[in-house]
C-alpha cells in the first residue's frame, strides 16, 4: 500500500549519495537472454532470496509455491521492516541484497536504489506487451524497464456508506470536489448525531494527504512538475496552498471529520465506514483489504460504494506503491540472476490467472479475464482506471513528506503556508542531495 513508500525516501537518498563516493559505476547485469523466454525447467538446488514489506509478506505466496513445486527451486521471503523504503536502500549500502524484492516502480523511488547498478534489465520480456498501457511504462528508468508490475496501481477515490447516503436522501454522485465538499456539509446537517461525513486518520499520517491530491488532480500538469523537477517552479504556488488551506478551514476546522481527527487510525476509518458510523472516506485501494475482511461480498456491496472525484471532474488518481511490482537484481551470479528472471516470467505469463484469482485482484492484462465475483467497488475502481491521472509522485524525482506536514498542522505546528515551505525546502535538500540540475 501506499503508507509505505510515504517515509524514509530521504533517508536512502543519503545513504546511497554517501556511498556513491566511493563507488565505482558499474552497469546493469544482462543475464542470458534465454531467461526472458525459457519455460521454467529444473532449478533444483537454486535458493533464491527475496525481500518484501509487512504488506507484501504474502503477495507472493501462491506464485512462489507453484514455482517452487514446478521447478524444485527454492524461494525464500524476508521481511524487511518498515519503513521498507527507507530501509532496503540502507541494506543495500552495506552490500546486503536480495535476488528479488518488492519496490516501488516510479521516477521518485525507483532510483533510490540506483537501478542501474543493482538491478536487472527486464527489457524484451515477453510479459512486457501483456500488460495494459499504463502499466508498460510503470518501472522505467533512463529508457530502461526494471519493474515488473503484477498489479494494478492503487487508485484514489471516496469510500461511502450507501445507508447513510439513503438516511440523508441523497442519490446523485459528486462531479467534482467542490460538490464533494458540499455534499459532506448536507451530510453533516442531515445524518444523526455521532455520525461523521468524513474519517481523518491523524494516528498514522499516511491517509490525510488524498484530499490534497484531489484538489491538486488536473490543476497542476506534468508541465509544471517538470519545471519543479528542474527548480523552476516551487511548492509554494497558490494553486498548493489553497488545496491546503481549503482542506484545513473546510474539512478539518468546518467539523466535517471525526472530532479525533488527530487520533484517528486507519482501522478505524474502515470499520466506522462499515458501521456507518462515517459516511465517506478518502482514501486509496489499501482500504478494500479492510473492508472484505470484515464483511461478505454481498453484504459489502450493500454497504459501501466507491466514486472518483478530482478538482474539475469526477475522475481518480493512481499512484503505483511497493505492492505493485517487483525486481530483480545484479547479484554476479548468472544462474541465480537467470532463475530470477524465469519466475517473474512464470508469474506474469502462466501463472498470473491463478495469480489474481487468489489474491483477489482485477487483471492489469487485457488478454486474462479478471477473477469473477469481485467487490463492486472493486469493479468500480477497474472501471475508473483507464481514465484516471497519475499522481504527482509519478512525475517527480522525489518528494516531500506530506503526509507528516499534515499531520503536524493538525496539531497546529503548521499552517497552510509554512506546509507548503516545508515542503520546498525538503524538496530542495532532496534534489541536491540526488545532484539533480538547478539544485
Known amino acids: 500500500m501506499l503508507k509505505n513508500w510515504r517515509i524514509g525516501v530521504i533517508a536512502g537518498i543519503a545513504v546511497l549519495a554517501l556511498a556513491g563516493c566511493s563507488t565505482t559505476a558499474t552497469t546493469t547485469s544482462t543475464s542470458s537472454s534465454d531467461s526472458l523466454t525459457a519455460k521454467p525447467g529444473s532449478l533444483k538446488g537454486v535458493t533464491l532470496t527475496m525481500w518484501v514489506a509487512e504488506s507484501t509478506a504474502t503477495e507472493a505466496k501462491q506464485p512462489i509455491a507453484a514455482f517452487d513445486k514446478l521447478t524444485g527451486a527454492t524461494i525464500k521471503t524476508v521481511v524487511i521492516p518498515d519503513p521498507y523504503e527507507g530501509n532496503v536502500p540502507t541494506k543495500l549500502a552495506t552490500g546486503d541484497k536480495p535476488d528479488l524484492a518488492f519496490y516501488q516502480p516510479s521516477v521518485s523511488a525507483l532510483p533510490v536504489i540506483q537501478p542501474a547498478k543493482n538491478l536487472l534489465s527486464l527489457d524484451g520480456s515477453p510479459w512486457l506487451k501483456s500488460l495494459g498501457k499504463v502499466e508498460q511504462n510503470l518501472g522505467v528508468i533512463n529508457g530502461v524497464h526494471y519493474s515488473a508490475v503484477i498489479k494494478q496501481p492503487s487508485i484514489i477515490g471516496v469510500y461511502y456508506n450507501k445507508p447513510d447516503f439513503a438516511k440523508a436522501g441523497i442519490t446523485k454522485i459528486p462531479q467534482d470536489y467542490a460538490q464533494f465538499l458540499a455534499l459532506a456539509k448536507e451530510l453533516k446537517t442531515k445524518l444523526p448525531a455521532g455520525t461523521y461525513p468524513l474519517y481523518e486518520a491523524g494516528a498514522d499520517k499516511w491517509p490525510l494527504q488524498w484530499q490534497i491530491h484531489m484538489q491538486m488532480s488536473g490543476v497542476l500538469g506534468p508541465d509544471f512538475w517538470a519545471k519543479l523537477n528542474a527548480n523552476k517552479a516551487s511548492w509554494n504556488n497558490p494553486t498548493f496552498v489553497n488545496a491546503v488551506s481549503t482542506y484545513d478551514n473546510d474539512v478539518i476546522k468546518g467539523g466535517l471529520t471525526n472530532p479525533d481527527y488527530q487520533t484517528g487510525t486507519f482501522v478505524e476509518q474502515g470499520a466506522t465506514l462499515l458501521s456507518g458510523k462515517t459516511a465517506m472516506v478518502a482514501q486509496v485501494d489499501a482500504l478494500v483489504p479492510e473492508l472484505t475482511a470484515k464483511m461478505s461480498t454481498a453484504k459489502l456491496n450493500s454497504t459501501v460504494g466507491w466514486f472518483p472525484i478530482a478538482e474539475k471532474t469526477p475522475t ?113 535538500q532532496q534534489g541536491k542531495a540526488q545532484g539533480i540540475k538547478g539544485f
Open 316 to 428: 481518480a488518481q493512481f499512484a503505483a506503491d511497493v505492492t505493485n511490482a517487483v525486481s530483480a537484481f545484479n547479484t554476479g551470479n548468472t544462474k541465480t540472476e537467470n532463475a530470477s528472471k524465469q519466475f517473474i516470467n512464470y508469474w506474469l505469463t502462466t501463472d498470473y490467472p491463478a495469480f489474481i484469482k487468489a489474491q483477489g485482484y482485477v487483471s492489469i492484462e487485457p488478454a486474462v479475464k479478471s477473477p469473477t465475483g469481485l467487490p463492486t467497488i472493486v469493479q468500480e475502481q477497474a472501471a475508473a482506471f483507464p481514465t484516471a491521472t497519475q499522481l504527482y509522485y509519478g512525475y517527480l524525482f522525489a518528494t516531500p513528506d506530506i503526509h507528516i506536514y499534515l499531520n503536524e498542522m493538525l496539531f497546529g505546528q503548521k499552517t497552510p503556508q509554512t506546509l507548503a515551505q516545508a515542503m520546498e525546502t525538503q524538496f530542495i
